[in-house]
């Protein structure tokens, strides 16, 4: 880090190339991060244009944030290896085969689980790693018994009357 400050012994000179050299990479970060509301289709990367080519037709419509997040996206694609690519690939399949319904639960059941306090949000990945090493058997069997259940009966009682205690 380059430090400007009056220090004695520091010569005008010094001082002067250290504000030079902190311009000049200052100037050429600027450079290198293209403005992401201003990104037209032309000016990304093959590899990004590749990753993103669902997109291409309305590109040019997106609102800045939602490019930048699907530029952010395929950043975090591009350092991904062959086995969380497939992982990915996956996933993405598995939400597009929700129809809307499933999808707003998920949404929801989300957006309750980040209310969780961060103990609570800790317990609940932990069970879920628990669950995740139980042979595929019992998982399912498991699956079967919870989705019979009503809300009330889950353990722990109605989710979203808990959620409500926890914040009064």
Not at 49 to 68: C, G, H, K, N, V
Not at 98 to 110: D, M, N, S
């Amino acid at each position: 880090m380059v430090r400007m400050n009056n220090t004695p012994g520091r010569s005008g000179t010094a001082r002067a190339m250290g504000t030079s050299l902190l311009a000049v990479l200052l100037l050429s970060l600027l450079m290198t991060t293209p403005a992401l509301a201003d990104t037209d289709w032309s000016d990304l990367s093959g590899e990004q244009q590749a990753i993103l080519s669902p997109f291409e037709d309305r590109w040019a419509d997106l609102e800045p944030e939602r490019r930048e997040r699907l530029l952010g996206a395929a950043e975090r694609w591009q350092s991904m290896d062959a086995g969380q690519r497939e992982e990915a690939r996956e996933r993405l399949q598995r939400w597009q085969s929700l129809t809307p319904e499933q999808r707003q639960a998920v949404r929801e059941r989300y957006r309750s689980f980040q209310e969780l306090a961060p103990e609570q949000r800790q317990r609940v990945r932990e069970r879920f790693e628990r669950f995740q090493t139980l042979p595929e058997e019992q998982r399912r069997k498991l699956r079967e018994r919870f989705e019979q259940q009503t809300p009330r009966e889950l353990p722990g009682g109605d989710v979203r009357r808990r959620l409500q205690e926890l914040k009064e």
